[in-house]
């Protein structure tokens, strides 16, 4: 019986300190990823710019690498 | 709560190759339906429709398993995948018939010959253009499905 008191004490002191798992989301998230996507710097080192420009220029230069690329994408 | 992180880097690694997937098939509809060309390219279309977009999506899952563990920037990451996509892009193309090893170079449906230089600058663009393409487009997707 004392026992049974105790669980019930227990349980009542929790549900007064813990609040209640809302499953939920209470606000819209997509705000907040749109701010995120802003934040992200856009500048490109000049490293991955030269690169961008040798693969076109590969490209242009020799065809035949377009097809190896396309069946590897 | 369970967010499924590799469910969704599973999904931001397949985005890319399956839209340029539709480029090649578009591609491929105007060779073979449109100029008729007498060369079985559906053989070719199988690695790239059915294995690159899968392997895609399983290495951007690894890179996720692989992030705590010994990182990795994305775009060196994803410029290794060719390393493993090339073998298994030649063997399928072997096994399929349209593709042998000549002398002097890699011989196409028994018509074009691509010599092995060029077949080696190609690996050299290809790498590269994976590098560009890991770390801005698939590290872009990643960031949107909020597993960068």
Known sequence: MNHQNDDDKIRQLLKQNIRPVNQELERDLWPHMLRRLEERPAAVPWFDWALAAVVVLSIILVPSTIPMLLYHL | ?148
């Open chain 2, 1 to 148: 709560m369970n967010t499924h992180p590799y469910l969704r880097a599973y999904m931001a690694g397949i985005v890319v190759p399956t839209l340029v997937l539709l480029l090649i098939l578009s591609a491929f509809c105007l060779v073979r339906f449109v100029f008729h060309v007498p060369v079985p390219i559906e053989r070719v279309i199988i690695f790239p429709m059915a294995l690159v977009p899968s392997l895609f999506g399983l290495w951007n899952m690894f890179y996720l398993w692989l992030r705590p563990r010994r990182h990795l920037p994305i775009g060196i990451h994803g410029a290794l995948l060719p390393l493993l996509l090339a073998p298994c892009g030649l063997a399928l193309a072997s096994a399929l018939g349209f593709l042998t090893l000549g002398s002097s170079g890699i011989v196409c449906f028994d018509q074009q010959v691509i010599p092995y230089q060029y077949v080696a600058l190609g690996f050299t663009v290809g790498l590269i253009a994976y590098y560009l393409i890991w770390k801005y487009l698939v590290g872009f997707f990643n960031q949107v499905l909020g597993i960068a």
